[in-house]
């Protein structure tokens, strides 16, 4: 049975309105709610299911950041992970953390644990890269199924649905794997409160970069952040006349 490894990220709620900070540095993250990863949610949901198909032996989330990623963790643990490992840096090292780092670690941890099977959520929607699992696979050199909205594990290979500009694509790719889970893959349960009592008790282990022997030293520098434009309030226009006289005075034809 295979031993799966999930990547956890903790992001502000997806429900939280997000705010600038004044000096236009990055967004207001003292105060605000987090949670996990909606996406990273969907990844562990399927990997516990794996585990309840007996198909993976052993789960195992990892999650990088400053101390409060735990949470994110415990929740983890809480849905039916066995163990977590966190990769701590500090707030300042985390806000110009990029995939390319996170990849990195997620590689090295695979070894170290004998993975046979990276899932990440397809994208994090605080910085909407998309580039984690393509990168962990070409650190790894192992296949890779991205965007997968239905997985099945035959004879040491997956078959993988993808979802693709032009409707869904089936794939075989042999393990060793990276996959990354697409919004429609699975509907992660919540964590049962006994569940959640019993993830307290779960381990966590820590580590840090330099234990792994990876360098997060920045690669980006954040010039600048910035609420998109406001949008104009529409008009009521009476006839078509009205509308090409309007889009004539603003130029638009």
């Not at 990863?37 to 990892?62: G, H, L, S, W």
């Not at 409060?68 to 110009?96: C, N």
């Not at 794939?171 to 990354?180: D, E, T």
Request: hydrophobic share 40%; proline share 6%; aromatic share 2%.
């Amino acid at each position: 049975m295979a031993r799966v490894l999930v990547g956890v990220k903790r992001v502000i709620d997806y429900a939280v309105k997000i705010r600038v900070k004044p000096d236009k540095s990055g967004v207001v993250t003292d105060g605000v709610k987090h949670s996990m990863n909606p996406f990273d949610e969907i990844a562990v949901e399927e990997a516990v299911r794996m585990k309840e198909k007996k198909v993976a032996a052993e789960i195992i989330a990892v999650s990088c950041g400053p101390p409060q990623a735990q949470e994110v963790l415990r929740t983890a643990l809480a849905m039916g992970v066995d163990k977590g490992i966190h990769v701590e840096v500090s707030p300042a090292e985390y806000e110009t953390l990029q995939p390319i780092h996170i990849s990195k670690i997620l590689a090295k941890i695979a070894q170290n644990e004998k993975a046979d099977m990276v899932i990440v959520g397809k994208q994090a929607i605080d910085d909407d890269c998309n580039q984690t699992a393509q990168m962990t696979a070409a650190v790894l050199d192992w296949p890779q199924a991205t965007y997968a909205s239905k997985i099945e594990k035959g004879d040491n290979e997956l078959t993988v649905t993808r979802e693709v500009d032009g409707g869904l694509e089936t794939i075989k790719c042999k393990l060793p794997a990276v996959i990354s889970a697409d919004l429609r893959l699975n509907e992660p349960r919540y964590a049962t409160l006994p569940n959640i009592m019993k993830a307290k008790k779960k381990p966590i282990q820590k580590l840090s970069p330099k234990d792994l022997g990876v360098d997060v030293s920045p690669r980006i520098q954040v010039i600048s952040v910035e609420d998109p434009p406001t949008r104009q309030a529409g008009a009521i226009l009476p006839d078509v006349d009205a509308l090409v006289g309007k889009l004539k005075e603003g130029g638009h034809i």
